[in-house]
């Protein structure tokens, strides 16, 4: 007897359910203020019959697929180009932004605004990646659930400040001045998952540092 390799395909009727409520707020530019917001709190379950896992080895699954389409809770999704690294799932998130005009009727009048996003930190798929002559490539998970690890939450603040020049005519010009993650926060996004590897739980993606930008733009109504 020689294994060879294969693959059983079987249809069935497996199925998601996405269980969360989100609440929003818009407030429109009146009284030199706007503001919008949401707050969002789910997380999907997956509903997948017995004939389905019949046949399959829970652990022999590539790094990408742990917690994924074939578990409960399926919170894994590989990423476009970002190799080991993966996109995940947050059970919650929130993003609030707004702008206040200060003194608008004044040639000195300028605008002011901020952007605060924060989402729970996404899981670690943690897994261990060994090999044998008669089976190839072996994967074993080193949780109990997708979702047993996960990184810090991740918290962003964006500011922004803006002054409108009249020029001529209908025309005007907007000079402005952004700065990204404001707080300067390198929280860790990725780290190498596979524990075994010389290379276990280097850090290979953290958010970008701040970033200033200074901006000119002419509008012609």
Known sequence: FELTGGTLLLNG???????GAS????????????????????????????SFLAFDDPTDAPAWDLGGADDDGGLFAQAT??????LLHSTWSF???GMYQIAPDQPWGFNVAANLYGREGY????????????VGSKFARAM???????YDDLYTVDLRLEKEIQAWGRSSVILSADVFNALNAGTVL????RLN???ANYVIETLSPRIWRLGVRFNWR
């Open 13 to 19: 009727d497996r199925e998601v359910n996405y269980l």
């Open 23 to 50: 609440l929003t707020r818009t407030k429109r530019l009146t009284n030199q203020w706007m503001l919008r917001g949401f707050v969002n709190y789910g997380r999907p379950e997956w509903e997948i019959p017995a």
């Open 81 to 86: 180009g970002r190799g080991a690294s993966l």
């Open 95 to 97: 993003n609030i932004n």
């Open 123 to 134: 899981p670690i798929p943690l897994y261990t990646r060994s090999f044998s002559p008669d």
């Open 144 to 150: 109990a659930t997708a979702d047993d690890f996960r």
């Open 190 to 193: 990725g780290r190498e998952p």
């Open 197 to 199: 590897s010389p290379t």
